[in-house]
C-alpha cells in the first residue's frame, strides 16, 4: 500500500510517495504529453505498481494528515547527493559524468559514511533499489542522533555510456534538497550550473593532502 501525492505547474510535477520503506519525493519535467499518476509511480524505482492506483480527489482531511506525516518524516529521514567536480568543469551534466572513485573522493565518504551493499537492505534506503542492484550495488550511509540519512553518490550510480545528461543519475541527485560537492583541488564554484527545482544546498568540499 502507498499513497501518491501529485502538484503540477507549467514546468514541472511535483510527486511524494508515502510508502512502508519511508517517503520520497521527485520533480519531473512536463513534457507534450500529461503523465497519468501510473507513469509518475513508475519513477519510483523500488516501486512495485500492478495497477493503476485510485485517485482520491477533493479530501481536505486526507491532505491535512499528509502534510503531517511530510513534516514527521521529513525529520527523521535525509537523502543528501554527492558528486565530483574535476577543475575546469562548469555544468551538473559534466559533474554527473565523472565516473571511477579516487583515493581521496573514498577517504571523504569514508569520513562521512558507512559503505553499505544495497542488495537486501532493510532500513531507509532514500529511494535506491534494494532489490536488484538497478541503481548500482553500493552507498553509503550514516546515522546521526538517530535520524538516518542516505547518500546518493553520483560516481556510484549507473553511468550510461555516450549520455551527457546521465538521466538515471539525474533522477536522484536532481531531486536531493542538499547536495554536496567534492573537488580535489580548489576551484571557483557557481552552484547556478545545477538544472533542479528541489536542491537547494549546495556543500562544496576541497580536498589537500
Known sequence: MFILSIVKSDEY???ILWAKHGLQRIYLPVGHKTRSPHSICQEFGDLEV????????????????LLYIEEQEGAINFKFGVLTRKEGQMTDNE????????PAFENFLGLIG??????????????????GDTTGTHTYRTQVEGKQIMFHVANMLPFTKDNPQQVERKRH??????N?????????????????????????VSYRA
Open 13 to 15: 510535477y511535483r510527486a
Open 114 to 131: 558507512e559503505k553499505t551493499a544495497l542488495l537486501g537492505f532493510e532500513d531507509y534506503r532514500g529511494g535506491l533499489d534494494v532489490k
Open 95 to 102: 559533474m554527473l559524468c565523472n565516473d571511477g572513485m579516487t
Open 180 to 204: 554536496i560537492v567534492f573537488q580535489e583541488e580548489y576551484d571557483e564554484f557557481d552552484p547556478c550550473c545545477f538544472k533542479s527545482h528541489m536542491s537547494h544546498i549546495y556543500a562544496l
Open 50 to 65: 500492478l495497477r493503476a492506483p485510485r485517485e482520491i480527489k477533493d479530501a481536505p482531511g486526507i491532505q491535512v494528515e
Open 173 to 178: 541527485i536532481g531531486n536531493d534538497i542538499v
